[in-house]
């Protein structure tokens, strides 16, 4: 028994969620298949990409999963590091951006109050 958040991955687990849903399990693996495989974007970068894209989720299985794929695709740990902050700035400014929304709220509510 695990006292983790996030259980590691086992046979059981993996066979329960083949068993409880084959047809989509066999249709995400194609459409992931699909998508990482070399395009008009390298492996290398595609798996970059998803190493950024898993810390803004902040999926632990795909943060693990995605940099060793990025590692073994080619990318250094320096590559993969810089995606990191890629993405680190993606959701601060992210949230920067959307302090318009607050700023708008603020303005509308106490319009009435500079009368």
């Known amino acids: ?10 046979d059981e687990l993996a066979r329960m969620r083949r068993e409880l849903a084959p047809q989509q399990l066999d249709a995400f693996r194609a459409f992931s ?3 990482f495989a070399e395009g008009a974007l390298d492996r290398r970068t595609k798996q970059l990409i998803a190493v950024a894209v898993a810390h803004v989720t902040q999926c632990p299985y795909c943060i ?11 990318a250094s740990g320096q590559q993969v ?14 949230a920067y951006a959307h302090s318009l929304l607050a700023l708008d709220t603020i303005r ?6 500079a009368a």
């Open 1 to 10: 028994m695990h006292d983790h958040l996030y259980p590691d991955p086992d």
């Open 33 to 35: 298949r699909q998508v």
């Open 64 to 74: 693990r999963n995605h940099t060793e794929a990025a590692l073994q695709a080619g």
């Open 81 to 94: 590091m810089e995606a990191v902050w890629v993405a680190s700035e993606m959701r601060a400014g992210a």
């Open 108 to 113: 509308k509510s106490t319009a009435g109050d």
